[in-house]
């Protein structure tokens, strides 16, 4: 069974442009979860999907950020625009949720995120 | 390659006792250790964070100590409560800033 993949790997974009990252959980994982590590400090939770619904998305630091969870499969994270302190490595981990009682997050590799 | 481990898998102990719960690793060059909660449905919260220079964290109830030459950390919880029941999660940042959770320690405080 394939794991979380995110994509891309790695992104390099200047100050002020727009950048999109995505994240595919594991098929028939309802829940989604971001998260993001910026300049060597804590990771830190950005926000949560249960389905295509965002359940929490207070970890979300400004409306620079958007993200979606259409039909309920892959997520987008979209930062527009981005600045220098949104360097950072960006996760994404899925969990089966409430339909089998299991809440086991499941990692991505991350996205690294350089903005210059 | 770097490996977290958390052992145990879960731990049941009545309230109030005092625990501890361990997080290992195998490649010592890292740049940080971090340990998290997780509550059934719910994004991780970040409990505390070791730098690799630092050897312990403390936040209230909680004391996180990081051996980086035995590849060790641990969690201490003081007093715990029913409110503590959750999954401990430790994640290390390599020194190649790679990022590698443990699978965790699901941690039940018996009233």
Redesign the interface.
Known sequence: EAGVTQFPSHSVIEKGQTVTLRCDPISGHD?L?W?R?VM?????????F?KESK??ES?MPNNRFLAERTGGTYSTLKVQPAELEDSG?Y?C?S?Q??RTGS???Y?GP?T?LTVT | KQEVTQIPAALSVPEGENLVLNCSFTDSAI??L?W?R?D???????LL?IQSSQREQTSGRLNASLDKSSGRSTLYIAASQPGDSA?YLC?V?NRD?K?I?G??TRLHILP
Do not use: C
């Open positions: 829940n979860y998260y590590r060597g400090k804590e990771i830190k939770f950005l926000l949560h249960v359940q929490d970890g490595v996760f981990a969990s949720g409430e809440y086991e997050q990692f991350g690294r | 740049y940080n971090q998290f997780q059934p449905g719910k994004g991780l919260t970040s964070l999954t994640a940042t800033d990022i959770f699978k965790g």
